[in-house]
């Protein structure tokens, strides 16, 4: 257990509709990351919040948006949602946001678009 | 910009066999480098990690050693078990602009046969 929890574990919804992906990181964490993993993109790298702030954002689309929370934990949301964006969201929490920093990753929340 | 490439999967032993899974990579600066593994169903824990140049990452009888003349983190193992069957990505952080992010290779599935 790494610390790090997501809700919801699945879900299904439909296109065009709206979700919300919610993540807490570790006790202590200041760092949240959002990730994307499907089968033919790999891992990629969404976004960054460093305590309440955006600090770096990857391969994110438009439709998608996040943010971070006084008591540190973190939404991202997925709007006008289509079948490409079906895949597996993790979140990773870190303490600060160096490059010595470990990223500890929560279980992943796995979302289908019908 | 930085990238890593691992060797592609899947990689299939016998129990008790030897483990070399490579991984090279392409970066500016002194990133510090990870092995994450991924179990079935699962998110990804942290297995090992090297943060400056002749360091050695150990964990659970994995072992990677960051070399910068080769650019090169292969992860071993001397004696696999069946347990170990799983999905490995090599990743890289990088200082940019005061941040860092994990730049994730492609991810080698590893089979172990009992």
């Known amino acids: 257990d790494s610390g790090v929890t997501q809700t919801p574990k699945h879900l299904i919804t439909a296109t065009g509709q709206r979700v919300t992906l919610r993540c807490s990181p570790r006790s202590g964490d200041l760092s949240v990351y959002w990730y994307q993993q499907s089968l033919d993109q790999g891992l990629q790298f969404l976004i960054h919040y460093y305590n309440g702030e955006e600090r770096a954002k990857g391969n994110i689309l438009e439709r998608f948006s996040a943010q971070q929370f006084p008591d540190l934990h973190s939404e991202l949301n997925l709007s006008s949602l289509e079948l490409g964006d079906s895949a597996l969201y993790f979140c990773?929490?870190?303490?600060?946001?160096?490059?010595?920093?470990?990223?500890?990753f929560g279980p992943g929340t796995r979302l289908t678009v019908l | 910009g930085d990238s890593v490439t691992q060797m592609e999967g899947p990689v299939t032993l016998s129990e008790e066999a030897f483990l070399t899974i490579n991984c090279t990579y392409t970066a500016t600066g002194y990133p510090s480098l990870f092995w994450y593994v991924q179990y079935p169903g699962e998110g990804l824990q942290l297995l090992l990690k090297?943060?400056?140049?002749?360091d050695k990452g150990s964990n659970k009888g994995f072992e990677a050693t960051y070399r910068k003349e080769t650019t090169s983190f292969h992860l071993e193992k001397g004696s696999v078990q069946v347990s170990d069957s799983a999905v490995y990505f090599c990743a890289l952080s990088a200082l940019r602009s005061g941040y860092s992010t994990l730049t994730f290779g492609k991810g080698t599935m590893l089979l172990v046969s009992p």
């Open positions: 990773a929490s870190s303490v600060a946001q160096g490059r010595t920093d470990t990223q500890y």
């Open positions: 090297a943060t400056k140049a002749d």
